[in-house]
């Protein structure tokens, strides 16, 4: 049984893992996205995403949690600077998780991690569709019958 273990220690001690971790999280503010293997790339989401929900917020005691994590003065500004203004209006899920496939030597299940705001492809200039859950289509408010053909003098 699993009770107790909420998340994937990747078969390293805490100080190796914190430390990766925090690296991998460091990479993706810089690059926008970096390529590594799913079960980092699951671990990594966990590790980030509060993160960038305490950078929604620019103050020091913010800034001062972030930096606990992420140990780089300037990612931190990027990230309080940059990204947070991109994500101000996203109520969550601001990593992407892409498959790619497996990796050639050691046959491991390799992903991309992106920053979701800043991929063109899937986010052209910025707009976003608006989802709704309504079922069926538009409903006129106003009924217009249809009209009726009247016969003319003509064709008698």
Known sequence: MR????????????????AMLSNMAC??????????????????????????????????HNRRIVFKYLKRKEIVTELFRDVAVKVADRPGGYIRIIKLGNRQGDNAEMAMVELVDYNEVYNPNGKKKKKTRRRGGKKSKTFTPPVAETKSNEEE
Do not use: V
């Open 3 to 18: 009770h107790g273990k909420k998340f994937n220690h990747l078969s390293r001690k805490t100080a190796h893992r914190k």
């Open 27 to 60: 990479s993706i503010i810089e690059h926008k996205r970096i390529n590594t293997t799913l079960a980092k790339a699951k671990a990594i989401r966990q590790y980030i995403e509060p993160l960038i929900t305490k950078s929604k917020e620019d103050t020091t």
